[in-house]
């Protein structure tokens, strides 16, 4: 992607607050001293095959990304590619309500959007948010001797790419569907309640992918303990096998010379930690001393998981640490 954008024309307007420079999650526009809004757009293909769910996961996701930089949504835009001519209309329906339900949710309404004909199911939604400027939580003010923490696990990208293969029980499909349509709001609420110095959502990039970018954008590294980073148990033995999205490759091959493995650390576990993720959790870089109070924070918010994953530390080149 950044060898596309390169060749757009640069961002001048100062009123812009986060635009394409820092890869971060959302767009940040200032309209007054005391006000900014935050936009963000995000759709993809199902990766469920009921429709009503492939509706949560997608909502959840598309608001993912204004809770990753502590702002309030006010409302959305539906976004639809349907291959009219080969799916019933109650199918778009479905999806659609499922939309409308997660963002009722989020305490938001969806009041319009576009639709084309398309040759494979597509939705997503453009979010809308509001923030005071001087409150708004980015992916590049993580500083040396913050706590990273993790909130949801990892292993979504295999798993569903097992569900496609028919390879996975339908307890396993339900732990990863609940993963998916958990919205990131509490996790947020808490990490704005405590503060945090940098916060990004995990997704297709993976865990690791998203935290090179957090490093990259604050001029720091990272170093991550392995046996401390939350997994769906099941996506371990689906990895053994083989398993795992051409997403999950190639986020690993486009981090290494950014990796710095222990010799410990297996090829399974290094795309483990690069797997594409759908509606993951958010990654908080906060400071030491408000570790403790954020993960309390967290635990009584009730999120999915509370997982001290890690460290930022001093390093010009943000190269990623990773030990067992």
């Not at 394409?20 to 936009?39: F, H, P, S």
């Not at 003010?141 to 913050?146: C, F, H, L, M, R």
């Not at 499909?173 to 998916?180: E, H, L, R, S, T």
């Not at 590294?221 to 033995?237: C, D, F, N, R, T």
Request: charged residues 15%.
């Amino acid at each position: 992607m950044a060898q596309v954008l390169r060749h757009l024309p640069t961002i001048n307007d100062p009123n812009v607050l986060v635009g394409t420079n820092t890869a971060d999650d959302a767009a940040v526009y200032k309209v007054r001293d005391d006000l900014a809004i935050v936009q963000t757009v995000d759709y993809f293909t199902p990766v469920v095959d009921d429709p009503f769910t492939f509706g949560l996961i997608t909502a959840a996701n598309s608001l993912s990304d204004i809770y990753a930089m502590g702002a309030q949504p006010l409302f959305a835009l539906n976004i639809v590619g349907f291959p009219s001519k080969q799916l019933p209309m109650n199918t778009l329906a479905e999806i659609l309500k499922g939309g409308a339900a997660k963002a009722a949710e989020a305490g938001i309404s969806i009041i319009g959007g576009h639709t084309i004909d398309d040759n494979e199911p597509k939705y997503g939604m453009v979010v809308t948010a509001v923030i005071n400027p001087k409150d708004v939580i980015t992916n590049a003010g993580a500083k040396p001797g913050d706590v990273l923490i993790l909130t949801k696990p990892l292993g979504i990208g295999i798993i569903t790419t097992a569900m496609k293969r028919g390879m996975v029980s339908q307890s396993t499909i339900d732990k990863a569907v609940d993963v998916m349509t958990t919205l990131n709001k509490a996790g947020a609420e808490a990490m704005i309640q405590v503060g945090a110095n940098a916060c990004t959502d995990i997704t297709g990039f993976g865990f690791l992918g998203h935290l090179h970018e957090m490093a990259k954008a604050s001029g720091v590294g990272a170093k991550i303990s392995l046996s401390k980073v939350p997994v769906i148990p099941e996506a371990w033995e689906l990895i053994s096998q083989g398993v795992a999205p051409g997403g999950t490759h190639k986020n690993l091959e486009f981090l290494q010379g950014n990796i710095i493995w222990d010799a410990s650390i297996s090829k399974e576990s290094q795309l483990v930690l690069a797997d594409a993720q759908t509606s993951g959790g958010l990654l908080i870089a906060v400071p030491q001393e408000k570790a403790q109070q954020l993960v309390t924070a967290l635990v009584e918010a009730r999120v999915p998981v509370v997982a001290v994953v890690g460290e930022i530390i001093e390093d010009t080149d943000s190269n990623i640490l990773v030990t067992s």
